[in-house]
């Protein structure tokens, strides 16, 4: 499974667009992007998920390069409440029976 | 609330004690899962269920540790003869068989142990 690295705290304030970043070298063809949010004392949920290009829903955008190697989660015009840890997954489509969570990245937003 | 349900909310014990934790899932999900998550890490598979069947388990999951869904609607996992260092949350999650559905989580059972 392909390794993921990404920054452990990042702080923001109210109204801003937050970028995390992801690094993920090693991933593989068939692998996927997916990411997931976590509120304190809650599970995780599913925020999106891509393989190539861009990726946008109701909640969030991700960019993903030619190269695959990375990937940016973009969360436009931050409030309170997306206070949360966003873990990015590489590997098999969100549907497979064995998610494999790094450390995440733990995301502070300030008024 | 995404429909899981987990009892207790919140578990403390003292070492060498055993405890039950039970999940309920989401009516009509086929496939339920426990992860293991300690204080500043993510979520950590464990195990999971297709109907009653048990089809993996993690090496995380030592002697010690039993799950069971025996009507392939409810689970329990139950730690006996427990240590510090099963001091963790504890999440559950189910999803649908056969579909292109993500897991959705519970909100997890607190774990300490004294």
């Known amino acids: 499974l392909a390794k993921t690295t990404q920054p452990i705290s990042m702080d923001s304030y109210e109204g801003q667009e937050v970028n995390i970043t992801c690094s993920h070298n090693n991933i593989a063809t068939n692998d996927y992007i997916t990411w997931y949010q976590q509120f304190p004392s809650q599970g995780p949920r599913f925020i999106i998920q891509?393989?190539?290009t861009k990726v946008t829903n109701e909640v969030a955008s991700l960019f993903i390069p030619a190269d695959r190697k990375s990937s940016t989660l973009s969360l436009p015009r931050v409030s309170l409440s997306d206070t949360a840890v966003y873990y990015c997954?590489?590997?098999?489509?969100?549907?497979?029976?064995?998610?494999?969570f790094g450390t995440g990245t733990r995301l502070q937003v300030f008024p | 609330d995404t429909g899981v349900s987990q009892d207790p909310r919140h578990k403390i014990t003292k070492r060498g004690q055993n405890v039950t934790f039970r999940c309920d899932p989401i009516s009509e999900h086929n496939r339920l899962y426990w992860y293991r998550q300690t204080l500043g890490q993510g979520p950590e598979f464990l195990t999971y269920?297709?109907?009653?069947?048990?089809?993996?388990k993690s090496r995380l999951l030592s002697d010690r540790f039993s799950a069971e869904r025996p009507k392939g609607s409810f689970s329990t996992l139950e730690i006996q003869r427990t240590e510090q260092g099963d001091s963790a949350m504890y999440l559950c999650?189910?999803?649908?068989?056969?579909?292109?559905?993500?897991?959705?989580f519970g909100p997890g059972t607190r774990l300490t142990v004294l």
């Open positions: 999650a189910s999803r649908p068989d056969q579909s292109t559905d993500t897991q959705y």
């Open positions: 269920f297709q109907n009653e069947a048990q089809l993996e």
């Open positions: 891509g393989y190539k």
């Open positions: 997954l590489v590997g098999p489509s969100y549907n497979t029976d064995k998610l494999i």
